[in-house]
């Protein structure tokens, strides 16, 4: 937790045990993209009466990404041995078609299977067959879409990867980790005392966060697939925002063990305490560039709260943002060619993006109270939390702005999001 902090949290009883447990999420799409490629997504044969539909988690799936419009089937049903008549999908608009079918196999596993066609030169561009539980049927209805994203655009797909989040309902504070749409989350970590700032490893098998369970803030590190964790930092005072550098060899965190706020940087194990910076001020919320050669982080320094960037090993430092008089949580998009941050407009938080090359600056949401925000990795997306009619919700945002999706949870307050990387 950073002296920027706008939230307050209230001391409760100790820390109590996690357990696995699904969260439900809508998915609220909104806004149109400047140009978007036409497809239609069919039902699967044999998906009907299902609780999952595979062809309703692929059709927002490619929605939420901004690059893709749906175009109206009428109910159409169709399996990935069809010979689907392509003049008559080109009539409804589509440029693209894909259908595929679900089948019960002798061993209980669910066999999903899918083809893409280009509907304007007819021809078959592929398909992928999936044996998979019945718990693993969303991830397969994922890949699907990952499949057809970089079919059609060339470009790796993120909807199979995951995103950790914190929610907040009466006195209880949950960290889950999710697929990207925020459904099929599992409990983390639970307890009576805050959680915050969660980050992926690079490998995606572990989370670093903070969390006030001993009544201090202490950085821990925890295995995504058995729960076991960690402490890496639980010095004195303050231990706060852990980044992992690009190799996940080192995490940098914000301790205050010699007074004031400033960055450090340990091994993976907790152990070779290194302090990267010596400042009259308060600097905080370091974040790697993807070649690991660059610490961007928070600093009062100059009087307010600005963006500066230094080497990794520490050393001098020079200013990146000079709009506004408080800017605040750098991400580094993991292609190093853009920095997500939050800047106070009068009275609102806002969400910008700064292309680093030319330091053009974009405001993307028109939203009063944005906080944490997250690249996708294939750097195209944004997650990061908000406040819409009276609720704390997640939202994710093309980089021009114009496409959204709001995440509403139905278990409280939801914030800190951190968008995991490929691997899964």
């Given at each position: 937790m950073t002296m920027w902090s706008r939230r307050s949290f209230m001391a409760v009883p100790a820390a109590a045990a996690a357990w696995p447990v699904m969260a439900q999420f809508r998915v609220d799409i909104s806004g149109v993209g400047a140009t978007q490629f036409p497809i239609?997504?069919?039902?699967f044969d044999g998906e009907a009466g299902r609780t999952q539909q595979v062809s309703a988690i692929v059709?927002?799936?490619?929605?939420?990404?901004g690059q893709f419009r749906m175009v109206p089937t009428d109910g159409a049903v169709l399996n990935e041995r069809a010979n689907p008549v392509m003049t008559a999908w080109r009539s409804r608009g589509a440029d693209a078609l894909v259908a595929g079918s679900i089948t019960r196999l002798a061993d209980g596993r669910v066999d999903?299977?899918?083809?893409?066609?280009?509907?304007?030169?007819?021809?078959?561009?592929?398909?992928?067959?999936?044996?998979?539980?019945?718990?693993?049927?969303?991830?397969?209805?994922?890949?699907?879409?990952?499949?057809?994203?970089?079919?059609?655009?060339?470009?790796?797909?993120?909807?199979?990867?995951?995103?950790?989040?914190?929610?907040?309902?009466?006195?209880?504070?949950?960290?889950?980790?999710?697929?990207?749409?925020?459904?099929?989350?599992?409990?983390?970590?639970?307890?009576?005392?805050?959680?915050?700032s969660p980050a992926w490893s690079p490998d995606g098998r572990e989370l670093a966060y903070v969390s006030f369970e001993t009544r201090k803030p202490v950085v821990y590190a925890q295995d995504v697939a058995t729960g076991q964790r960690r402490p890496i930092a639980s010095y004195k005072g303050s231990n706060s925002a852990p980044a992992w550098s690009p190799d996940g060899q080192q995490i940098a965190a914000v301790l205050t063990r010699d007074g004031l706020s400033q960055i450090y940087t340990l091994n993976r194990s907790g152990n070779n305490l290194r302090r990267l910076t010596t400042s009259a001020g308060i600097?905080?919320?370091?974040?790697?560039?993807?070649d690991g050669r660059s610490i961007y982080f928070v600093s009062d320094r100059g009087g307010s709260p600005q963006i500066y960037r230094m080497p990794a090993a520490g050393g001098s430092a020079?200013?990146?943002?000079f709009s506004g008089s408080y800017n605040i949580s750098p991400a580094i998009s993991p292609d190093g060619r853009w920095m997500a941050y939050i800047t106070r407009d009068g009275g609102a938080f806002r969400l910008q993006l700064m292309e680093l090359a030319s330091g053009t600056v974009t405001t993307l949401t028109a939203t009063a109270h944005d906080e944490s925000p997250s690249f996708a990795p294939n750097s195209?997306?944004?997650?990061?939390?908000?406040?819409?009619?009276g609720r704390n919700v997640l939202m994710t945002t093309t980089l021009d702005g114009r496409i959204k999706a709001t995440l509403l949870s139905n278990r409280g307050d939801v914030r800190e999001p951190a968008w995991g990387p490929y691997g899964r």
């Open positions: 239609a997504v069919v039902a059709r927002a799936d490619l929605e939420r990404s999903v299977r899918f083809k893409l066609w280009d509907a304007v030169r007819g021809q078959d561009l592929g398909g992928e067959a999936h044996a998979v539980a019945d718990a693993d049927l969303r991830l397969a209805a994922h890949r699907i879409a990952d499949y057809i994203y970089e079919k059609l655009t060339g470009e790796r797909g993120v909807f199979a990867t995951r995103i950790a989040y914190v929610t907040q309902a009466a006195q209880r504070h949950t960290l889950w980790v999710a697929d990207s749409d925020g459904e099929g989350a599992q409990v983390a970590l639970a307890s009576a005392e805050p959680i915050i600097d905080t919320e370091p974040a790697f560039t993807p020079e200013r990146v943002t195209r997306l944004i997650v990061y939390a908000t406040r819409v009619n």
